[in-house]
């Protein structure tokens, strides 16, 4: 059973608008959540993370939420720019592991 | 600037060859992973290894292998490659402790198997 659920594919927005990005989880026993921004043909990037003692991270245009009772997180970015599109990934940390959701391409559109 | 190097972008291989898909990192990190994304199946991990001449098997080990005999390099085996291993495979490295797990990817190969 996959322990990390993206359950949208894709998200389209208008620049200037805010993105929500959604994740959902299956196992408690975690260290981090993290996000990870990915253009076509090149690797990953880090893009922020949360520990399991915080509900909320914040960085620059881009916070993350952690809802533990409802097993949630959420990507915000606002405002949305053109280059924010890519496909992002939200990821579970645990025994210096992460395990991967299957990504949401996000589409700001000028 | 450190990184984690691919030694190779595309490759095509054909159905049965034996295939190396080579990684190099340059930032003296303990933990090296092997990742495959597919449309649809985002990253699924193939083979880890936290020191040198260890491997542990991730989610989809079946029909690979690895190898680290050093510390930065990590080497990924398909033994008898077949089509359904086309995919871009994606290597990272990452410190043992390190904060936020940050992994630091490379740029991928995306392997056909013809």
């Known amino acids: 059973d996959q322990q990390v659920k993206q359950n949208s594919p894709s998200l389209s927005v208008q620049e200037g608008r805010i993105s929500i990005l959604n994740c959902d989880y299956t196992n408690s026993m975690f260290d981090y959540f993290l996000w990870y921004k990915k253009y076509p043909a090149e690797g990953p990037t880090f893009l922020i993370s949360i520990s399991s003692i915080k509900d909320k991270n914040e960085d620059g245009r881009f916070t993350v939420f952690l809802n533990k009772s409802a097993k949630h997180l959420s990507l915000h970015i606002v405002p949305s720019q053109p280059g924010d599109s890519a496909v992002y990934f939200c990821?579970?940390?645990?025994?210096?592991?992460?395990?991967f959701g299957k990504g949401t391409l996000l589409t700001v559109n000028p | 600037d450190v990184k984690v190097t691919q030694s190779s972008r595309y490759l095509v291989k054909r159905t049965g060859e034996k295939v190396f898909l080579e990684c190099v990192q340059d930032m003296d990190h303990e933990n090296m992973f092997w990742y495959r994304q597919d449309p649809g199946l985002g990253l699924r991990l193939i083979y880890f290894?936290?020191?040198?001449?260890?491997?542990e098997k991730g989610d989809i080990p079946e029909g690979y292998s690895v190898s680290r005999e050093k510390k930065e390099r990590f080497s990924l085996i398909l033994e008898s490659a077949s089509t359904n291993q086309t995919s871009m495979y994606l290597c990272?490295?990452?410190?043992?402790?390190?904060?936020?797990?940050?992994?630091?990817f490379g740029s991928g190969t995306r392997l056909t198997v013809v």
């Open positions: 290894s936290y020191d040198v001449k260890m491997k």
């Open positions: 990821a579970e940390g645990s025994n210096y592991k992460l395990t």
């Open positions: 990272a490295s990452s410190l043992v402790g390190g904060a936020n797990y940050g992994y630091t």
